[in-house]
């Protein structure tokens, strides 16, 4: 069962992610630790919404992905907006191999795949490689308060004319993971009255504040801070997602 092989087609119909209101947060964290990086690495990028973003504010930058199928959106996505030419890599983050870059992104849960401190501190240090000295990176996770109390163990159910999903989840406390089980249906080009049935199950585990901060330590980074979602304040005891800025030393 691939992950977001079958959603990838999909994924933008749903997705409710604001990815100016996210490049104009990052420029922002850019301005206050006066940074000016020229070349980006969005990892994790998905479908290209928000590499695209970054493209049309006059970045450098290379979109990694794991997942093909997603690369394939994303390329779609970039050839309409002018940008063919930009580079697209498909790599897993905890075998990261990229030319040097001023900057490092990840938007939208991308380390909370990782499960595991050894594949956290795998993608760390790839990225910590891939940073050029003083290179910054910037990253988000979904919160243990999100995962176990905002979607743990919650049924959710969509359906439009031509697809639909059902996605369950279950929250487990002795490993902090949330397994995702996503049903689609959607309709076949060939044949509209038809609905093709797919399922992908996804994992994220709910790591905490003070488990990054100690694996990017461990990776050879300088902490520059922590903030809560998209606000360049202090995290809540209630956040749903934290951002972290990292600086290779």
Not at 143 to 171: C, H, P, S, V
């Amino acid at each position: 069962m691939n992950t977001y092989s079958a959603l990838a087609s999909l994924y933008d119909r749903w997705a409710e992610t604001d990815y100016v209101h996210w490049v104009d947060f990052y420029e922002a964290l850019f301005a206050h630790f006066e940074v000016k990086p020229r070349t980006i690495a969005d990892l994790c990028c998905g479908t290209g919404k928000g590499m695209l973003e970054l493209l049309k504010r006059g970045y450098k930058v290379t979109g990694v992905d794991i997942s093909e199928d997603m690369l394939e959106q994303a390329g779609t996505r970039l050839r309409k907006g002018g940008f063919a030419s930009a580079m697209l890599v498909c790599q897993d983050i905890t075998r990261l191999k990229l030319p040097p870059q001023d900057a490092c992104v990840c938007m939208c849960d991308g380390f909370n795949y990782l499960l595991n401190e050894k594949q956290v501190l795998a993608a760390l240090r790839g990225i910590h490689a891939a940073l050029r000295p003083n290179g910054i990176l910037i990253f988000d996770i979904s919160t243990y308060y999100k995962l176990k109390y905002m979607e743990g163990n919650g049924f959710f159910g969509k359906e439009d004319i031509d697809a639909a999903y059902l996605w369950q989840n279950r929250f487990d406390d002795s490993t902090h993971t949330i397994d995702m089980d996503i049903t689609f249906w959607a309709a076949q080009a060939s044949q509209q009255d038809d609905m093709h049935r797919t399922r992908e199950l996804h994992r994220q585990r709910a790591h905490t504040q003070h488990e990054m901060e100690q694996w990017l330590a461990q990776a050879g980074f300088e902490l520059q801070g922590i903030f809560g979602d998209l606000r360049l304040e202090p995290p809540k005891p209630k956040e749903m997602r934290i951002h972290f800025v990292a600086k290779r030393s």
